[in-house]
């Protein structure tokens, strides 16, 4: 059974069902479009502050950029006040023409909790259905909605907090399967994947643990008899310094061998995603933003402890040449594998 499949969201039909999640300091331009390389079919932008927007705060921009192998893409927004939300899906909308914009209600940081934005959303459903209802009032694009279990172990509340989502109008719920309290430690609860695809009638998106494409083949095919199908999943801490994942997530989907991906195809995406980054960020921005992807792509690797050393020293781009030059030297057979 091929189990990539198309996934309609609202008015809009993403081509599989594979994501990028959004992931602050990483789902960018620059790493979507290396995983679009690698067959993701939906990315998620990190998550953009709607007041910053409302207030025409330019730094924001960068995070709305995209590479033109990324014809459609997710816009991630926060906040708290549904007109202000409103407002900010308006310039999203019209400027960056997303496919569907989302709306984060699972972030744990505390300055955006304490705003009333992220996870503090999950302990007041009746706002996400306002925020919901007047971003769907204000854009003809989708808006889902990204979730939490609940606060805490003491309140678990995401089929409430879904239910009120789609009554205010969201065209499909991801779930993070762990509360705010857990932040992103212990196992995510996948039942509850199960219990909220059977509970709403829009498609449910899977996060947490996505870290092999067995688990994408787990999850997308029912986990359990009977239990009605999850729509599509996530990628995020899984897809870090490995894009390759949804080339391995696809295959086995659709009941293909994963691919062997080799070192050489490792350090090629590496140069591409810098190559990227030094196109959207000044210089030295992008040079010290990358020094974590250079070794999260090292990660697991023979001899990358030395690498990861090295990488983390980089400031220019000329000092990453020479970086990946050592990096193509280490690869047994000098990088033809
Ligand atoms: C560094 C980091 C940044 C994140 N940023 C966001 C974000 O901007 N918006 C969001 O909805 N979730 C964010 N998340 C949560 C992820 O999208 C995802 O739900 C979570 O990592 C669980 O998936 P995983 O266990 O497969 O990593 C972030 C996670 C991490 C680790």
Redesign the pocket.
Known sequence: MNLHVPVRIGSFQARGNLFL??????SDAAFRSVCADQGCDLAFT??VSSEALTRGHLKTEVLLAREDNEPDYAV?LFGSDPGVMARAAEIVAERWKPAVIDV?C??PVPKIVKAGSGSALMRDPGRIRAIVAAMSAAVDVPVTV?IRLGWDDSSINYLEAAAAAVEGGAAAVTL?A?TRERG?AGT?DRPAFYRLAAAVPVPVFA?????SAAAAVDILSGGSEGAPAVAGV?????AMGDPFIFARARAALEGLPEPAIGDSARLAAARRHLELSLRHYGERTACVEFRKQACAYLKGMQGGAELRRRAVACSTAEDYAGFFDAWERAIPGGGVS
């Open positions: 999640a959004p992931v602050a300091g990483y990190e998550m991630q984060n699972g972030c990204k993070h762990r992103y995510a996060s947490g643990d996505l870290f996530m990628f995020a801490r899984g």
